[in-house]
Nanobody, 125 residues
């Protein structure tokens, strides 16, 4: 059984920061990788970051690279997403999921086996 629970979403002004958390229970963080995904209104879900447990390698899609940071605290069974320099186009429901898969072209798969319930992030003045 895998349970993932996100928190930390909210309303933030452009240029601001937020930190999302995803607490895993059961076998949640025993998967080889964990990632963050988002779905904006009227758009398909996209994978935005993926971290591999074996060596801590972390990957980001171009749209968030340099602004978002994903980290994994194994002791706390928690995955984090630190978001900075937020833009209105970052507005979406953010999900954590396991496992994530990065393709050789740098994109991250939209699919995963287990998902959290999502947390809303709204970037607006």
């Amino acid at each position: 059984q895998v349970q993932l629970v996100e928190s930390g979403g909210g309303l933030v002004q452009p240029g601001g920061s937020l930190k999302l958390s995803c607490v895993a229970s059961g076998d949640g963080l025993k998967y080889y990788s964990a990632g963050w995904f988002r779905q904006a209104p009227g758009k398909e879900r996209e994978g935005i970051s993926c971290v591999y447990r074996s060596d801590g390698s972390t990957y980001y899609v171009d749209s968030v690279k340099g602004r978002f940071t994903t980290s994994l605290d194994n002791a706390k069974s928690t995955l984090y997403l630190q978001m900075s320099s937020l833009k209105p186009e970052d507005t979406a429901i953010y999900y954590c999921a396991v496992p994530c898969r990065r393709f050789s072209d740098g994109t991250i798969s939209r699919t995963a086996d287990y998902w959290g319930q999502g947390t809303q992030v709204t970037v607006s003045s």
